[in-house]
């Protein structure tokens, strides 16, 4: 492991560390500011002006520049949540928050956002450029130079951040998102999936969440390269595969605090947006 992997293998020892802050807490708080920048809430209500305890439910949104467009991604069954409710009630509504205050925004028309959708991947793509946010935000799009996107290895560090719904908090008409970074150590690979398994690495990480796992569908998930720079790896889709899910060749032990945090790899995403066809995969 190099020093770039050790720097990313602390985040395991989260609760371990003394209450008074240690290089290793600061380090932890940097790194979730940068991935705060990249990400956010998408969420769905019943309507534009209905109050936050309303809220149908909510994921996590990732914000990505390929070099060509500027895209916002986040799991298929997020937005096949949206269509349900807006099928039943017209007035329902998909949003995103970009940060804290009054920073939510409704997509006025998301089928004219839609670029590409795979219900196998659980992935959806959105155009989302920053000249048609109407409020100030401080967010960012992570830019993706390298295609196409490099596959992440077994036994490698990763490091994802949601949005928890179960950490929501509604007041009258106040709203807050609370986030957590999630360390994973990768189990193993498939033709479309990451696993993180408990698997003794991941014990701590996957007890502590197994009842927040709820919100983070669609979280964007990064590696550190030989530089320390963030490299994009892939997107939570599911704490469980459904035993039908395609190439499944996971199972998980009887008495595992939970099955594994199941990721789709970002390499499926190309530089226009659109999600490439699962067979030209290995």
């Not at 492991?1 to 395991?12: K, S, T, V």
């Not at 295609?147 to 949601?162: A, F, M, N």
């Not at 698997?199 to 530089?227: C, F, H, T, W």
């Amino acid at each position: 492991m190099d020093g770039r992997q050790e720097q990313l293998a602390i985040l395991f020892q989260i609760k371990k560390v003394a209450s008074t802050k240690t290089a290793k807490e600061i380090w932890i708080e940097q790194l979730d500011r940068e991935l705060f920048r990249y990400c956010g809430p998408v969420f769905v209500a019943p309507a534009l002006k209905s109050y936050p305890e309303q809220m149908i439910g909510n994921g996590t949104y990732a914000l990505i520049d390929t070099g060509e467009k500027r895209l916002l991604v986040t799991c298929c069954h997020v937005w096949d949540e949206y269509e349900k409710h807006h099928d039943a009630n017209s007035e329902t509504v998909l949003a995103v928050s970009l940060g804290d205050g009054d920073s939510n925004i409704a997509f006025k028309n998301p089928k004219s956002h839609l670029v590409s959708i795979d219900r196998d991947l659980d992935l959806v793509v959105l155009e989302f450029e920053p000249k048609e946010i109407p409020v100030s935000h401080n967010k960012s799009w992570f830019r993706v130079s390298d295609w196409p996107i490099p596959r992440i290895e077994k036994g490698s560090h990763i490091v994802t951040l949601g949005f928890p719904g179960d950490w929501r908090r509604t007041a009258g008409v106040e709203c807050v998102f609370r986030r957590v970074a999630i360390p994973l150590s990768v189990t193993d690979v498939s033709k479309y999936s990451i696993a993180a398994f408990s698997d003794g690495k991941n014990d701590q990480v996957l007890n502590d969440m197994k009842d927040s796992l709820g919100g983070i569908s669609g979280s964007p998930a990064y590696r550190l390269n030989e530089k320390s720079e963030l490299c994009l790896v892939g997107f939570a889709k599911s704490g469980s595969e459904k035993t039908d899910a395609p190439n499944r060749k996971y199972q998980s032990s009887p008495d595992s605090p939970l099955p594994a945090v199941f990721l789709t790899h970002a390499s499926f995403l190309q530089p226009d947006g659109l999600l490439s066809p699962v067979g030209v995969h290995p």
